[in-house]
């Protein structure tokens, strides 16, 4: 048998897209789910320094606040992407090495 590493490196990078495919789904939900939880909190605030309940002071200190719980949320979805992205390395490597385990 032989070692053909054009049709291996288009295994690899079918087995990259597969992982990468099947996160990314999971990826989009929870970002939406960040901004469907801020939603309220933002349109609350939006409202307030339309009607002048509250002033530019107050309003960028509350949008301080929000940016933060928003970056703190976004961490979490920056692990998920580097998982995602482990798991579609380990993926493709698995299919390098069974590659080379059938030629043995």
Known sequence: MS??????LQNMAGAISSTVNSGDANIK?????????EKQSLKELGEAR???QITDVVFNQEIDREKQVVEAQLLTLQIMTK???QQAVNAAIDVFTKAIEDVI
């Open 3 to 8: 070692f053909d590493i054009e049709q291996v």
């Open 29 to 37: 939900a929870f970002a939406k789910t960040i901004l469907d939880n």
């Open 50 to 52: 339309l009607l002048m």
């Open 83 to 85: 998982a995602l992205a």
